[in-house]
């Protein structure tokens, strides 16, 4: 039963019949499975001649898109290989209200569990970057399995509040997605804990939740940037007003419209009495109009400094002024020694990156300055040293399954990947690829073209390193 006074609520902000017709949506329908295709693994002309076994039906917005009525998804081989990711179809049309290049820094301010972060590691390409920041650290690890699971190779996991990434990163990006913590309306559909923890109280504390999160990551955008604000929510307060605020309280900002394909599947932002800006340049999406569930999206533009340059620049200098890098010991020295060598054996072509340490593990790390502590990730995880022996990451695998010197090539529907996934140990005879430079030693091992895991190859056999709690 949907709370009386969101019902109010929204028929004043629709109108009867147009909320009637929400509201019907949410009763009376089920929430519309989708998933995409994983950019950075396959593209849509190689899935569909792998044509994987899973349900689906074509949409025409948002690209590589599919609505599905699989079951159990998860279980199912593309998705262990990260050739797809279920994503609903509203959130995944957020990040096409803007053009991105290859190259591009990106900050991800709000992004467990990691759809729009992945989305957006594709589109800037390997040369690009991207920071994926999650407050909670829970879902800071899904946010990582997930990174790990679609072979991102150029993301940064961290575990912040807005206000350290505000210091850390001051006018570093050309886009910032804030996709908020929100009231959960447009989530109705989909889960029902949302309608009962429903209130207009949490309503208007979620909206002072996003304003300050808001003011934090404007920071990070540089000048001539974007900023993407986005919720799940119908709410005024949340939404239409936020984006208000923003604007009377960053006159460095103007709002900006989104992409045509985006603008043209989507409905205008709601006017405000006594407000001047164009709201309609903000986008709606609603369940009883598209294949997703309910999202609000804003789209900002940075059109002049501010203080935090100035602060910016100080720091820049006085660390140019200091001692420079910290020294590496010489333990850390001769484990990122082996792990170039591991890296120059197993793999066919040169990697980007520098190597680094956290804690015990090395990184294959992206150029960029990392935060000062609570960083999950920070690029491609190649492994741990164990008594001078590198012992791979299952993400290594995941990124660079293509570049490995030796590979395993299987078909979704075979014994084999069934038994891979389980965690079995598989025959290596008459699987290894065309291309292998070798017959023994670290294999990855590719589900219809898209790197799954690893494997130890020796006489024929090939040993299982699939994590567990991966396993079917």
Request: proline share 4%; charged share 30%; net charge negative.
């Amino acid at each position: 039963m949907l709370p009386e006074k969101f019902i109010e609520r929204m028929v004043a902000i629709l109108g009867r019949d147009e909320a009637d017709k929400l509201f019907d949506c949410l009763e009376n329908t089920d929430a519309v499975k989708a998933f995409r295709i994983n950019g950075i693994k396959t593209n849509r002309a190689d899935f569909e001649v792998a044509n994987p076994k899973i349900d689906r039906k074509d949409i025409d917005f948002p690209p590589d898109a599919y609505i599905t009525r699989e079951e159990f998804p998860g279980s199912l081989p593309c998705h262990h290989s990260g050739a797809i990711y279920m994503q609903d179809a509203s959130a995944m049309s957020t990040v096409h209200a803007v053009s991105l290049t290859e190259g591009m820094r990106v900050l991800d301010s709000c992004s467990a569990p990691g759809g729009k972060t992945t989305q957006l590691a594709a589109m800037v390409g390997e040369s690009g970057i991207v920071v994926a920041n999650e407050y909670e650290k829970k879902r800071c690890r899904i946010l990582q399995g997930n990174v790990e699971r679609m072979g991102a190779k150029n993301t940064v996991v961290c575990n912040l509040d807005t206000s350290v990434l505000a210091e850390t990163y001051p006018s570093a990006f050309d886009l910032v997605l804030c996709d908020a913590p929100c009231s959960g309306e447009g989530m109705f559909r989909k889960n029902v804990r949302a309608v009962e923890e429903w209130s207009e109280e949490n309503v208007k504390m979620c909206a002072e939740r996003q304003r300050e999160i808001l003011g934090n990551v404007a920071k990070c955008v540089k000048v001539g940037g974007k900023l993407l604000y986005s919720t799940c929510t119908f709410a005024l307060e949340e939404n239409e007003e936020n984006v208000a605020w923003f604007l009377e309280s960053h006159p460095d900002f103007a709002l900006c419209p989104v992409e045509d394909a985006l603008a043209s599947h989507t409905s205008d932002g709601l006017m405000l009495d006594g407000c001047n800006y164009d709201m309609k340049k903000c986008r709606r999406l609603y369940p009883h109009r598209s294949n997703g569930e309910g999202q609000f999206i804003a789209l900002f533009e940075r059109a002049s400094g501010f203080d935090g340059e100035d602060s910016a620049k100080r720091k820049k200098e006085k660390k140019q002024k200091g001692t420079g890098e910290i020294k590496k010991s010489r333990a850390e020295l001769e484990t990122i020694a082996a792990a170039r060598k591991f890296l120059d054996e197993n793999l066919t072509a040169g990697v980007r990156g520098e190597l680094i340490m956290l804690g015990e593990l090395i990184f294959l790390a992206p150029d960029i300055a990392l935060p000062p502590y609570n960083v999950f990730a920070a690029g491609v995880c190649v492994g741990e040293c164990v008594k001078g022996r590198i012992v791979p990451h299952h993400q290594l695998f995941s990124a660079f399954g293509r570049e490995f010197g030796l590979k395993i090539e299987l078909r979704g529907e075979s014994e084999e990947a069934e038994r891979y996934l389980r965690g079995e140990e598989i025959c290596a005879d008459g699987f290894v690829a065309a291309d292998s430079t070798r017959q023994s030693g670290w294999a990855a091992v590719l589900i219809d073209g898209c790197a799954v895991g690893g494997a130890k190859v020796s006489a024929g056999a090939a040993k299982n390193h699939y994590p567990k709690g991966l396993r079917k």
